[in-house]
């Protein structure tokens, strides 16, 4: 079983940052961040493999948004800059006892509640 728990959401102005963290208890391959806007299907934002430290990022947020892991304390943060009106969502963690990268919701087995990110213009 993993707990995964979210913090460092809030409001921010266009072209701001914010940094997300996830606190995770228990094992995992890799963990990924996903987000869900209003109206519309939860996505993929980045994931990141514990072992390797390789990332994968969403199109959307490539060159802006940063995956990384801190091994030692089980946490995995979202530095995210550059931030745009598009980008106001809720950001989940997630993790996935499944070996490989995965971009899909229905790879990863454990969720957290979530966080909200709202970015004004």
């Known amino acids: 079983q993993v707990q995964l728990v979210e913090s460092g959401g809030g409001l921010v102005q266009a072209g701001g940052s914010l940094r997300l963290s996830c606190a995770a208890s228990?094992?995992?391959?890799?963990m990924g961040w996903f987000r869900q806007a209003p109206g519309k299907e939860r996505e993929f934002v980045a994931s990141?493999?514990?072992?390797?430290?390789?990332?994968n990022y969403a199109n959307s947020v490539k060159g802006r948004f940063t995956i990384s892991r801190d091994s030692a304390k089980n946490i995995v943060a979202l530095q995210m800059s550059s931030l745009e009106p598009e980008d106001t969502a809720v950001y989940y963690c997630?993790?996935?006892?499944?070996?490989?990268?995965?971009?899909?919701?229905?790879?990863?087995?454990?969720w957290g509640q979530g966080t909200q990110v709202t970015v004004s213009s």
């Open positions: 228990g094992s995992s391959y890799a």
């Open positions: 990141i493999r514990w072992s390797s430290g390789g990332t």
């Open positions: 997630a993790a996935t006892l499944r070996v490989g990268i995965y971009t899909s919701r229905s790879a990863y087995n454990y």
